[in-house]
C-alpha cells in the first residue's frame, strides 16, 4: 500500500513510518521540518529499509502542497499528523496556530478532493476539544484528582467546548474532517488522543510533558509543575497509538465517518507529578527539585479517555503499562545523549 503522512518527521509520524516501512508499505512524508527534533527523526527514518520519498512542504501553502501530493495520487491512505501542538504557543500566537492546525488541515482535504483522490484519511485531534470539563464532579485525593462522574473516562458523546486558541484550532480541524466524510463522502476518521507519550519524543516545557520531564531530569534541567501536579491524565505508549490506526485504517468499512477518543483509558492513569515524579525519582536514583507556577489556562484536573468504542469497533486494546512505557522512553533517552544536544 502507498501511504501520504503530513508530519511524518514527527514524534508520532516517525514512529508510524517506521512501521509502515518495517510492513513493506511506500511511504510519502511531507513535513517542513520545523519542529525540535525532526530533521533528526528524519535521518533516522532514511536508515530504515523501505520505500520512503521526503517532500519538504508546508501545510499552509495549500498551492505547494497540492504539488506535493499531485504525483501520489493512487496513495491508499494519507495520515495527517501535521501540527502545531503547544497550547501555550497558541495563547502567545493565535494565528500561528490556526494557520496550521484549521487552515492546514482544510488545505489537505481541499487538495484531496481537488486532485480527485478517495484514500482513508486518518486525522489526529485532541482531548482538548472537551475543553476543561468543568461541570463534571471531580474529587481530590492526597496524590490525585478523580472524575466522580466519568469512572470509565470521556467518552464521543461528550459535548465539545473549545477552550484556548489550541482547543480552537484542532477542534475546528477536527469537525472539518468529520464534516467531509458527512458532506463529500470522503473515508476520514478522527482520533482525539490523550497524552502519547515515547520513544523519538523531543518533548519540551510547552508540549509532550512525559517525554520532557525524562529529558529534563537526565540532564539536569529545571523542572516547572504548572498547578498542584496532582493533574490526572491517562497515557498512551507510541507503539500502542500505532496499533490503533493501523487498525482503523484496515478496517475503512466500519471506521470511516467515524471519530475514537484514544488514549491509555482507566487503567494506564498516573498524576502529572505527585504520580509520576516519585517513579521519575526512582529511575533516576536521586530526588528531582522542581518549582511551581499557576495553572495553564484550560488545563484539565482531569482527563481520561474512554476506549471502548475502539476497543469494540477496531478490535484493539492497548498493550503497554506505564511503568513499562516510562522504563523503555527513559532507557532510551539515556542511551542517546547525543540527541538532546543544543
Known amino acids: 500500500m502507498q501511504y501520504i503522512v503530513t508530519g511524518g518527521a514527527g514524534f508520532i509520524g516517525s514512529n508510524t513510518v517506521w512501521r509502515l516501512l518495517a510492513d513493506g508499505h511506500r511511504v510519502v512524508v511531507i513535513d517542513n521540518l520545523s519542529r525540535p527534533g525532526s530533521a533528526r527523526n528524519l ?25 506535493a501530493i499531485q504525483p501520489h495520487r493512487q496513495a491508499d491512505v494519507v495520515l495527517h499528523f501535521a501540527a502545531q501542538v503547544a ?3 497558541s495563547v502567545v500566537d493565535p494565528r500561528l496556530d490556526f494557520e496550521v492546525n484549521a487552515l492546514g488541515t482544510f488545505n489537505l482535504l481541499e487538495a484531496l478532493r481537488a486532485e480527485g483522490m478517495s484514500p482513508v ?8 476539544v472537551y475543553g476543561e470539563l468543568s461541570h463534571l464532579r471531580v474529587e ?9 462522574d466519568l469512572p470509565d473516562g470521556v467518552d464521543e458523546s461528550t459535548p465539545l467546548d473549545f477552550h484556548s486558541p489550541y482547543g480552537c484550532s484542532k477542534g475546528t480541524a477536527d469537525q472539518y474532517v468529520h464534516d467531509y466524510a458527512r458532506i463529500y463522502g470522503m473515508r476520514t476518521i478522527v482520533f482525539r488522543n490523550s497524552c502519547i507519550y ?8 510547552d508540549q509532550g510533558w512525559v517525554a520532557w520531564f525524562v529529558i529534563a531530569a537526565q540532564r539536569g ?26 487498525a482503523a485504517v484496515a478496517r475503512p468499512d466500519v471506521s470511516a465517518g467515524q471519530i475514537y477518543n484514544i488514549g491509555g483509558g482507566p ?12 517513579m521519575l525519582e526512582a529511575h533516576l536514583g536521586r530526588a528531582i527539585a522542581v518549582r511551581h507556577e499557576a495553572w495553564r489556562p484550560g488545563d484539565q484536573k482531569v482527563f481520561v479517555s474512554d476506549i471502548r468504542k475502539a476497543q469494540r469497533q ?29
Open 121 to 128: 484519511v486518518l486525522f489526529t485531534s485532541s482531548n482538548k
Open 221 to 246: 534541567a529545571p523542572i516547572t509543575i504548572y498547578g498542584d501536579g496532582k493533574q490526572v491524565r491517562d497515557v498512551l505508549f507510541i507503539d500502542d497509538l500505532v496499533d490503533a490506526m493501523l
Open 43 to 67: 535521518e533516522w527514518l532514511r536508515q530504515a529499509s523501505g520505500d520512503l520519498v521526503f517532500v519538504c512542504q508546508d501545510v499552509r501553502d495549500f498551492e505547494g502542497l497540492r504539488r
Open 267 to 278: 487503567t494506564r492513569t498516573v498524576s502529572v507529578w505527585t504520580e509520576f515524579g516519585p
Open 314 to 342: 477496531l478490535g484493539w486494546q492497548p498493550r503497554i503499562d506505564v511503568a513499562e512505557g516510562v522504563r523503555r522512553l527513559f532507557e532510551w533517552v539515556r542511551a542517546n545523549p547525543q540527541l538532546f544536544e543544543t
Open 198 to 205: 515515547g520513544t523519538r519524543q523531543f518533548g519540551v516545557e
Open 87 to 89: 497550547v501555550t504557543t
Open 140 to 148: 481530590e485525593t492526597p496524590t490525585r484528582y478523580r472524575c466522580v
